[in-house]
T-cell receptor
Framework: AQKITQTQPGMFVQEKEAVTLDCTYDTSDPSYGLFWYKQPSSGEMIFLIYQGSYDQQNATEGRYSLNFQKARKSANLVISASQLGDSAMYFCAMREGKGAQKLVFGQGTRLTINP | GAGVSQSPSNKVTEKGKDVELRCDPISGHTALYWYRQRLGQGLEFLIYFQGNSAPDKSGLPSDRFSAERTGESVSTLTIQRTQQEDSAVYLC?????????????FGPGTRLTVL
């Protein structure tokens, strides 16, 4: 079974609109962390936001927020007021357990922001 | 400050040859990870080093793949008798083993092409 599922291969959004990128996960470990990374066409992986399984509040970082619904095992990324520079691949990833552990990545969503 | 560096940035080799890929992690990061990203795909975990513990090799796809790490510094990923299916971008990441996020910082990757 897939541990991380991103169901949207591609998304097209008008500049300045908000966009939600979906991510569902599967784990039986009560302690886990969820990450979102951005990968522009240059190929670098840029960390955006983190949500821990025990966090009571949804994570926010500037224009990025994470809609964490633990019972549904979903961790959707919300980008507000999208910009042309947001066009990139976006990956959801999960770390099971505490501390430094490997990440399991989804297949990614390619986001295109139209002017 | 210095981030994760990888060399070479590009490697073209002939089928059957051996290749070595190098990763220099961020100074002080005890954890080091290797991932593989095939074209248009998400990242696949290969191997993970944490301090003096035995490495987690559970992601290595075959015995042609091996990796070493010297203490808490440089790591090399070796692919023996390369096959065309090994063509991918090989990404290295490093992280601390404490703190809230244990965010992984990624290098720019090595693009391997096997002819």
């Amino acid at each position: 079974a897939q541990k991380i599922t991103q169901t949207q291969p591609g998304m097209f959004v008008q500049e300045k609109e908000a966009v939600t990128l979906d991510c569902t996960y599967d784990t039986s470990d009560p302690s886990y962390g969820l990450f979102w990374y951005k990968q522009p066409s240059s190929g670098e992986m840029i960390f955006l936001i983190y949500q821990g399984s025990y966090d009571q509040q949804n994570a926010t970082e500037g224009r990025y927020s994470l809609n964490f619904q633990k019972a549904r095992k979903s961790a959707n990324l919300v980008i507000s007021a999208s910009q042309l520079g947001d066009s990139a691949m976006y990956f959801c990833a999960m770390r099971e357990g505490k501390g430094a552990q490997k990440l399991v990545f989804g297949q990614g969503t390619r986001l295109t922001i139209n002017p | 400050g210095a981030g994760v560096s990888q060399s070479p940035s590009n490697k073209v080799t002939e089928k059957g040859k051996d290749v070595e890929l190098r990763c220099d992690p961020i100074s002080g990061h005890t954890a080091l990870y290797w991932y593989r990203q095939r074209l248009g795909q998400g990242l696949e975990f290969l191997i993970y080093f944490q301090g003096n513990s035995a490495p987690d090799k559970s992601g290595l796809p075959s015995d042609r793949f091996s990796a070493e790490r010297t203490g808490e510094s440089v790591s090399t990923l070796t692919i023996q008798r390369t096959q065309q299916e090994d063509s991918a971008v090989y990404l290295c990441a490093s992280s601390l083993n404490w703190g809230t996020y244990n965010e992984q910082f990624f290098g720019p990757g090595t693009r391997l092409t096997v002819l």
